[in-house]
């Protein structure tokens, strides 16, 4: 089936870089991006044509990194410290999972909010609880998102939310055979370090290996957790090395953070291909510091940005784009490295956590359409006629669900 689109196309085609086609075309056949054309080509005349007129098809969002049990304590306990504020509010939050009514009613609302925001690709934290994480990967993939959920593991030092090393091993084991979703699947997910036995490392790392699955964590977020991690693992220089040790530091580990990964485990997250996701919000919230993302970057590390909430207290991934730039302004008044452009930071949130998926670069022919429409005409009226690079900033800062007036995802419209 051919599906074609007509507007102003805005994407993102290499980190840095930004293509603008006015009024241009995008074909689909079932989904999947054929080209984009300034003009329509003869072979599509008579094909029907939806038409978003002066709107921006521009890249959806990616978010690697949230809480989904922490979606109902979004904007609470903003003044503590990481660890204080994972055991006044986080463990307690995500023990209320065990209810999988209450879980239906916060993950469908929570999959909704996803996707009218523009996000239709996720990697995402779960609660401890096998039956309300395999409904939220129902719920994800009834709304259209796509990516991966991770079932959480923790066998100590997790209040409320822990779970015995027996439990957390057959549990996990009996989520993964119930697995069977076309657009989500399953992701390794040790909360963190402090959270897991070397038991349980041991054996998730060794479900990671023979049933080849991704790995998603936290690294080097705050001081506190960094010596923490050194006391229970002498044997480690850093923090890093405690996953390494067990299997999990591989190409398809994500790693939340690395607020403070210096040259050493950059290196080593280069090396071995591990990803660092970006979650600027939360790190100030936290006050876990800013991390070095031109430096990550400059040493070949893979990077894409997450909303992490609900330590970020936005969902909406514009939003989080804005926050990265502006932390990044914060990290060149501090060291002098060149803080991120819209155009860098919006590829960061976008087409970076595509190719994390499987996706291509900004709408490249051969992959599925993942894209929104925005339709700004209700922002501030400019003084003159602006160029759709312009348009494209204003609306990476200002936009919101009321100017997203179309979804896709997979290649198929959901909103």
Not at 124 to 142: V, Y
């Amino acid at each position: 089936m051919t599906t074609i689109l007509h507007g102003n196309i805005i994407h993102t085609p290499a980190f840095g870089a930004l293509e603008t086609i006015p009024g241009g075309y995008l074909v689909l056949e079932d989904g999947v991006i054929q080209g984009i054309y300034p003009r329509l080509p003869e072979q599509y005349a008579a094909c029907p044509v939806t038409d978003y007129g002066d709107g921006l098809i521009m890249p959806s969002f990616a978010d690697l990194h949230l809480h989904a049990p922490q979606y109902p304590m979004l904007g609470m306990g903003m003044d503590l410290p990481l660890l204080d504020w994972l055991d006044t509010y986080t463990f307690r939050t995500e023990a209320r999972f065990e209810d999988t009514d209450y879980a239906r009613r916060v993950y469908r609302q929570l999959a909704r909010d996803l996707i009218t925001s523009g996000t239709t690709r996720v990697a995402m934290f779960s609660s401890r609880h096998t039956a309300a994480t395999l409904i939220l990967m129902e719920e994800l993939e009834k709304a259209g998102v796509t990516g991966y959920v991770g079932k959480v593991n923790m066998d100590r030092n997790a209040g409320l939310s822990q779970e015995t090393t027996e439990e957390s091993i057959s549990e996990t084991l009996r989520w993964l055979d119930a697995c069977h979703f076309d657009l989500v699947k399953p992701i390794l997910t040790p909360r963190f370090t402090p959270s897991c036995t070397d038991e349980l490392m041991a054996a998730l790392g060794k479900l990671a290996q023979e049933r080849d699955l991704p790995v998603q964590s936290h690294l080097s977020e705050n001081t506190g957790e960094i010596a923490w991690v050194g006391e229970l693992h002498p044997d480690c220089k850093q923090y890093w090395e405690s996953y390494n040790k067990y299997g999990l530091w591989k190409d398809r580990t994500l790693m939340a953070h690395c607020v403070h990964s210096d040259a050493r485990e950059q290196e080593a997250m280069a090396k071995a291909g591990v990803w660092a996701v970006h979650c600027a919000a939360s790190n100030v919230n936290l006050c876990s510091g800013t991390a070095p993302v031109r430096e990550l970057l400059n040493r070949g590390v893979q990077v894409a940005l997450g909303s992490d909430i609900a330590g970020g207290d936005q969902l909406a991934m514009h939003k989080v784009v804005v926050m990265s730039i502006r932390a990044s302004k914060i990290k060149q008044i501090e060291t002098g490295a060149p803080f991120l452009t819209v155009p860098e930071a919006y590829y960061l949130g976008t087409v970076a956590g595509q190719r994390y998926f499987g996706g291509g670069e900004g709408f490249q022919p051969g992959h599925k359409l993942h894209a929104i429409v925005v339709d700004d005409r209700e922002m501030p009226e400019p003084t003159r006629e602006l160029t759709l690079s312009e348009r494209f900033e204003r609306a990476v800062y200002l936009m919101d669900k009321r100017c997203i007036k179309a979804v896709y995802s997979e290649g198929i419209q959901r909103v």
